[in-house]
């Protein structure tokens, strides 16, 4: 340490008394094993989209009425668009850096969503969510389908044609609640489609969401820190009273610090590569109007697929309606997510065991765990495939009705075959860590 | 997070010091060096407006560099260390949360207050009102009636002429363009003999015929017309309708047809609504 921040350190602490907790903070202890990291990772990326997105707010305005672009993209110079869609064309085209931070913010996005759900796998699969750890697991758990809210937002705020339609959808699905459909919708949008939506949508992604997102976190990292890391098993080591690891300082912040930066070059490699959702991909979304490409991010896809294979059946009971936009795209997601609250709770029935768990187990050590992850992952994968079942049509040979059938069938089947399979295979193997 | 007890010390099992070499100091100095190079780079490359490539390139060149030199100083200044922490374990409820004891109960008065509380918390949900739109938009119905002229996207009347054989267009009401519910496809068909359940008599010869553009599946746009099978298609969920057969659904998950719009010819010859549509248009309403 240099002479200058040993000062200004004790400057400090003299002040504030830092040293006693900064020790002991120094002193934490990290598990060595790299699945640790993937929290890690969605971290950083989370501070990447607010570093990035605070910058592209400043460009950002969320206005649908039509004005004139006269910057400096070709394809737009000249015409009239609505005034976020030339906010988006200005700041992509027209200001110093602004398509690097809007491409960076946008690779960013996909992997803070990816590393949530990475790391939930990880927490599930070695029952990191068992007692005493239940709460900061539901705790993640919200903080993933409020990262899945924020790339939704993000994704409908260029107001492209991608935008509008997906944005139909969203009002379609409320629309479909029963009894509440129309005042959800209206009130939602600010009037019929599309309302007003746009503020709404931008006060959403830039303040609600990030500010719930990183109050959760916090209070995530500090139950994390109160209760400490899950333990691989070791011998000789008691992991239930235990944790070992290296101390955050100095070893794991080098690495923390190294997966940081590592981090931010791999999205800003990207950037320079990727055209991550470019303004010049898709035009405007202009009323009535859609593509062939219409599609929502990746993470959304197998809503998309579950509305495409859902049966054309539509029946009136008790005064409403039940509709496709209803079963797959309200109530199934709604009892996915249910079911993930509910899920420790659950194998806790099936399986009581008494007292604290610190100890990770074999992802195939509890056959109903190892069932139940494989039923809803094949689930989730299958109706994403679904999303995409004219192009696997294309790329098959086969005619988009045959393989609109074929997830017709597989999708109720498959997913209980997988689970009881996984199940099968887990108590034949007998897998235990301990 | 401070402990209680003043055990401070790391439990160290492990430490291991690694064996000094030349090269770390090499690969430390010359990642520096690629960092300030690209750093610099980065910053004449975003304010002269250099390409995109560039600038990312050189900023995950910088940030790349940077990293590699954190992970290889720290084993050249600190050895590797392996501890243990022991977990707090909960104290049970002998522990008070606090040292200030009550002196009374009063569990009335205190259910007193959290229904108060309760009921402010109930009349802030008021001014949700405020998002829903104004009376007069929510009940406008679809804008179609007697009489309405069908306009282009433009606000320009279209005669019957103006849609080729095996071609559309997206009209609205005349007073109402851009209003999403009230798109509607002008369809001629070719080819093909309109039939049941088509009204025939909302057509105008016998091959121009208009349905809402809405889908009544997820009310996603209905945009893709193939003049040989004479089948409207929406893009979103591959939706399907027979055109030639009062836009029934012929594939994918619409359970409902496209809802028709009876169609006449005012005096000057261009197109006017007879009605408003024959079914409920777009999706499902629960």
Same mark, same amino acid.
């Given at each position: 340490?240099? /002479?200058? #921040?040993?000062?200004?350190?004790?400057?400090?602490d003299e002040r504030v008394a830092l040293r006693r907790p900064a020790r002991h903070l120094a002193n934490k202890v990290f598990p060595s094993h790299w699945s640790f990291l993937l929290g890690e990772v969605a971290l950083f990326s989370f501070m990447i989209l607010v570093a990035t997105g605070v910058f592209l707010t400043m460009f950002y305005r969320p206005s649908t009425a039509p004005v004139v672009y006269t910057g400096t993209s070709a394809i737009y110079a000249g015409r009239e668009l609505p005034e976020v869609f030339a906010s988006i064309v200005r700041l992509s085209h027209d200001v110093d850096g602004g398509l690097l931070f809007r491409r960076i913010h946008r690779a960013s996005s996909h992997v803070f969503i990816g590393a949530c759900i990475a790391h939930l796998l990880r927490v599930v699969l070695t029952g990191a969510f068992r007692r005493p750890r239940e709460l900061n697991y539901l705790i993640g758990l919200t903080l993933l389908l409020l990262a899945v809210g924020s790339g939704y937002s993000g994704h409908n705020l260029p107001y492209d044609v991608l935008a509008g339609t997906s944005l139909r959808i969203?009002?379609?699905?409320?629309?479909?609640?029963?009894?509440?459909?129309?005042?959800?919708?209206?009130?939602?949008?600010? +009037?019929? *489609?599309?309302?007003?939506?746009?503020?709404?949508? *931008?006060?959403?992604?830039?303040?609600?969401?990030?500010?719930?997102?990183?109050?959760?976190?916090?209070?995530? $990292?500090?139950?994390?820190?109160? !209760?400490?890391?899950?333990?691989? /098993?070791?011998?000789?080591?008691?992991?239930?009273?235990? #944790?070992?690891?290296?101390?955050?300082?100095?070893? !794991?912040?080098?690495?923390?610090?190294?997966?940081?930066?590592?981090?931010?070059?791999?999205?800003?490699?990207?950037?320079?590569?990727?055209?991550?959702?470019?303004?010049?991909?898709?035009?405007?979304?202009?009323?009535? !109007?859609?593509?062939?490409?219409?599609?929502?991010?990746?993470? $959304?896809?197998?809503?998309?697929?579950?509305?495409?294979?859902?049966?054309?059946?539509?029946?009136?009971?008790?005064?409403?309606?039940?509709?496709?936009?209803?079963?797959? +795209?309200?109530?199934?997601?709604?009892?996915?997510?249910?079911?993930?609250?509910?899920? /420790?709770?659950?194998?806790?029935?099936?399986?009581?065991?008494?007292?604290?768990?610190?100890?990770?187990?074999?992802?195939? !050590?509890?056959?109903?765990?190892?069932?139940?992850?494989?039923?809803? #992952?094949?689930?989730?994968?299958?109706?994403?495939?679904?999303?995409?079942?004219?192009?696997?049509?294309?790329?098959?040979?086969?005619?988009?009705?045959?393989?609109?059938?074929?997830?017709?069938?597989?999708?109720?089947?498959?997913?209980?075959?997988?689970?009881?399979?996984?199940?099968?295979?887990?108590?034949?193997? +007998?897998?235990?860590?301990? | 997070?401070?402990?209680?007890?003043?055990?401070?010390?790391?439990?160290?099992?492990?430490?291991?010091?690694?064996?000094?070499?030349?090269?770390?100091?090499?690969?430390?100095?010359?990642?520096?060096?690629?960092?300030?190079?690209?750093?610099? &780079?980065?910053?004449?490359?975003?304010?002269?407006?250099?390409?995109?490539?560039?600038?990312?390139?050189?900023?995950?060149?910088?940030?790349?560099?940077?990293?590699?030199?954190?992970?290889?100083?720290?084993?050249?200044?600190?050895?590797?260390?392996?501890?243990?922490?022991?977990?707090?374990?909960?104290?049970?409820?002998?522990?008070?949360?606090?040292?200030?004891?009550?002196?009374?109960?009063?569990?009335?008065?205190?259910?007193?207050?959290?229904?108060?509380?309760?009921?402010?918390?109930?009349?802030?949900?008021?001014?949700?009102?405020?998002?829903?739109?104004?009376?007069?938009?929510?009940?406008?119905?679809?804008?179609?009636?007697?009489?309405?002229?069908?306009?282009?996207?433009?606000?320009?009347?279209?005669?019957?002429?103006?849609?080729? %054989?095996?071609?559309?267009? &997206?009209?609205?009401?005349?007073?109402?363009?851009?209003?999403?519910?009230?798109?509607?496809?002008?369809?001629?068909?070719?080819?093909?003999?309109?039939?049941?359940?088509?009204?025939?008599?909302?057509?105008?010869?016998?091959?121009?015929?208009?349905?809402?553009?809405?889908?009544?599946?997820?009310?996603?746009?209905?945009?893709?017309?193939?003049?040989? &099978?004479?089948?409207?298609?929406?893009?979103?969920?591959?939706?399907?309708?027979?055109?030639?057969?009062?836009? &029934?659904?012929?594939?994918?998950?619409?359970?409902?047809?496209? %809802?028709?719009?009876?169609?006449?010819?005012?005096?000057?010859?261009?197109?006017?609504?007879?009605?408003?549509?024959?079914?409920?248009?777009? %999706?499902?309403?629960?």
């Amino acid at each position: 340490m240099t /002479p200058l #921040v040993g000062r200004m350190l004790d400057t400090l602490d003299e002040r504030v008394a830092l040293r006693r907790p900064a020790r002991h903070l120094a002193n934490k202890v990290f598990p060595s094993h790299w699945s640790f990291l993937l929290g890690e990772v969605a971290l950083f990326s989370f501070m990447i989209l607010v570093a990035t997105g605070v910058f592209l707010t400043m460009f950002y305005r969320p206005s649908t009425a039509p004005v004139v672009y006269t910057g400096t993209s070709a394809i737009y110079a000249g015409r009239e668009l609505p005034e976020v869609f030339a906010s988006i064309v200005r700041l992509s085209h027209d200001v110093d850096g602004g398509l690097l931070f809007r491409r960076i913010h946008r690779a960013s996005s996909h992997v803070f969503i990816g590393a949530c759900i990475a790391h939930l796998l990880r927490v599930v699969l070695t029952g990191a969510f068992r007692r005493p750890r239940e709460l900061n697991y539901l705790i993640g758990l919200t903080l993933l389908l409020l990262a899945v809210g924020s790339g939704y937002s993000g994704h409908n705020l260029p107001y492209d044609v991608l935008a509008g339609t997906s944005l139909r959808i969203l009002y379609t699905l409320l629309l479909s609640v029963p009894y509440l459909g129309e005042p959800l919708a209206l009130g939602a949008f600010g +009037g019929e *489609f599309p309302g007003d939506i746009m503020p709404r949508l *931008f006060v959403v992604h830039v303040l609600a969401l990030p500010g719930l997102i990183a109050g959760l976190m916090t209070v995530h $990292l500090l139950i994390l820190g109160r !209760q400490t890391h899950t333990q691989l /098993p070791r011998t000789g080591i008691d992991g239930a009273q235990r #944790v070992v690891g290296e101390p955050l300082w100095p070893w !794991q912040a080098a690495r923390s610090t190294g997966l940081a930066l590592g981090l931010g070059a791999t999205v800003a490699l990207s950037a320079a590569l990727v055209p991550w959702s470019d303004v010049d991909l898709h035009g405007p979304f202009e009323i009535a !109007q859609t593509t062939n490409t219409a599609q929502p991010d990746w993470f $959304l896809f197998w809503v998309e697929g579950v509305l495409r294979i859902y049966p054309p059946i539509e029946f009136h009971v008790a005064g409403t309606v039940v509709s496709g936009p209803l079963v797959g +795209g309200v109530l199934l997601p709604l009892a996915l997510v249910a079911l993930g609250y509910a899920y /420790p709770f659950l194998e806790r029935r099936r399986h009581p065991e008494p007292g604290d768990h610190h100890v990770a187990q074999h992802p195939l !050590q509890i056959p109903f765990r190892a069932g139940a992850v494989a039923g809803v #992952v094949v689930l989730l994968v299958l109706l994403t495939l679904a999303g995409g079942n004219d192009v696997i049509a294309r790329l098959l040979g086969l005619s988009t009705e045959s393989v609109l059938w074929a997830f017709r069938i597989a999708v109720p089947l498959a997913p209980p075959l997988a689970a009881w399979g996984a199940a099968a295979h887990a108590r034949a193997q +007998g897998r235990r860590w301990t | 997070m401070g402990t209680s007890e003043d055990e401070e010390g790391l439990d160290i099992l492990q430490r291991r010091v690694p064996a000094p070499g030349p090269g770390n100091a090499v690969v430390v100095a010359a990642a520096c060096a690629v960092t300030a190079i690209a750093a610099a &780079t980065f910053a004449v490359a975003v304010l002269t407006g250099a390409s995109v490539a560039l600038q990312g390139t050189a900023l995950a060149a910088a940030l790349a560099g940077l990293a590699l030199a954190v992970r290889r100083l720290a084993p050249a200044v600190f050895p590797h260390v392996e501890t243990a922490e022991d977990r707090d374990a909960p104290e049970g409820s002998d522990v008070p949360l606090s040292d200030v004891e009550p002196v009374g109960r009063r569990p009335l008065l205190r259910r007193v207050l959290v229904a108060a509380g309760g009921v402010v918390g109930l009349a802030l949900l008021a001014p949700l009102s405020a998002l829903r739109p104004p009376r007069a938009e929510a009940e406008r119905g679809t804008g179609w009636a007697r009489g309405t002229r069908l306009v282009m996207p433009t606000g320009e009347p279209i005669a019957a002429d103006d849609v080729p %054989p095996g071609g559309i267009a &997206t009209v609205f009401p005349s007073d109402g363009v851009g209003r999403e519910i009230a798109a509607v496809l002008l369809v001629r068909l070719s080819g093909v003999a309109p039939a049941d359940p088509t009204r025939l008599d909302w057509m105008v010869g016998d091959d121009l015929v208009a349905y809402s553009k809405v889908c009544t599946h997820a009310g996603c746009p209905v945009g893709l017309f193939s003049e040989r &099978t004479s089948t409207l298609f929406c893009p979103c969920h591959q939706s399907s309708f027979d055109a030639a057969r009062g836009a &029934t659904p012929t594939f994918g998950p619409p359970s409902r047809p496209l %809802p028709q719009l009876p169609l006449a010819v005012d005096g000057e010859g261009y197109l006017i609504a007879a009605g408003d549509f024959g079914g409920p248009v777009g %999706p499902a309403v629960g």
